[in-house]
């Protein structure tokens, strides 16, 4: 039985040690980061998951950013501890709070990642918006929470301004 929870700030070190287990080393250098830095991940979207023992199986993180200029959630990173991937739980994540992010109004969701994974959500190639380089364009998907929402979204993505 796995539980899906919100992420509290206690979690964080060991949502770190998940990603640096699931992660090739220096995941941190990434220009997706730079995105991150000293902006606080979304609060009530990123979430944490844990089977009955309270062992951390999975987290998902959001951060907010500006694609041009129309507010947009990044999605990532997500990890799903070695022993649990493939029983769905990636699914899961993504499904649940992609939901909550809709519930909550927000209009759009971008990420860096594999397209053949994550085109089953509903995501798909962004065109005319540049995440910082170096980053392979093919990879960078998007998802409309609102009708047409990246219509006409284009530019750099830039860190939120708060
Ligand atoms: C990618 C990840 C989050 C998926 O979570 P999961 O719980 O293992 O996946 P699910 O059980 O929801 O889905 C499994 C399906 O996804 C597919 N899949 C998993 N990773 C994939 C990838 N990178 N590309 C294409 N398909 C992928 C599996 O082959 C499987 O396909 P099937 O349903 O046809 O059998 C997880 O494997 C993970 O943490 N990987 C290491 C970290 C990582 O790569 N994170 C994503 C960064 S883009």
Request: charge should be negative.
């Amino acid at each position: 039985m796995i539980e899906l929870m919100a992420e509290q700030p206690d979690d964080r070190w060991e949502v770190e040690a998940l990603y640096d287990l699931c992660f090739a080393p220096g995941r941190e250098a990434l220009s997706s980061y730079r995105l991150r830095d000293g902006v606080p991940p979304v609060a009530g979207l990123s979430q944490v998951a844990r089977d009955s023992d309270g062992i951390l199986a999975a987290a998902i993180r959001f951060w907010p950013v500006l694609a041009g200029t129309a507010p947009a959630l990044l999605l990532g990173p997500v990890a799903v501890h070695p022993t649990r991937q493939g029983e769905g739980l990636g699914g899961s994540l993504i499904r649940d709070s992609v939901a909550k992010a809709e519930e909550t109004g927000w209009a759009r969701v971008m990420l860096v990642g594999d397209a053949p994974y994550y085109r089953r959500f509903g995501f798909t190639k962004l065109t005319g918006v540049e995440m910082p380089p170096p980053t392979n364009p093919d990879r960078v998907l998007g998802l409309a929470l609102q009708d047409a929402a990246w219509d006409g979204v284009h530019g750099q993505v830039r860190r939120w301004k708060g």
